[in-house]
Nanobody
């Protein structure tokens, strides 16, 4: 049973933009609304690194290298969290994963972002 659907990755040139989405189609609305969601990035052979987080109250925090360029947001009615990525850099390349604290042991397949110089 699919717990989440990640999408929006692809190819972009440096300076370009992409928007990632992560939808939880089976999650009860109250659970989604009350959860904290986090985006991570992983390179081959590397650990997953924190990128951005949004709390149930919509407070946000970002990894230093993406501050001012990336924006995390959510649409409770759509059970979806977004990551708007602007001014992309080659070092933003990687597989992006979203994580919901209501599903602490569940990871999706991720969505691949490739940024060329």
């Amino acid at each position: 049973q699919v717990q989440l659907v990640e999408s929006g990755g692809g190819w972009a040139q440096a300076g370009g933009s992409l928007r990632l989405s992560c939808r939880y189609p089976r999650m009860i609305l109250s659970t989604f609304t009350g959860s904290t969601m986090t985006w991570y990035r992983q390179l081959p052979g590397k650990q997953r690194d924190f990128i951005a987080e949004i709390s149930h109250a919509r407070s946000t925090r970002y990894e230093d290298s993406v501050k001012g360029r990336f924006t995390i947001s959510k649409d409770n009615g759509k059970r979806t969290v977004y990551l708007q990525m602007n001014s992309l850099k080659p070092e933003d390349t990687g597989v992006y994963y979203c994580k919901n604290d209501a599903l602490p042991d569940y990871w999706g397949k991720g969505t691949l972002v490739n940024v060329s110089s």
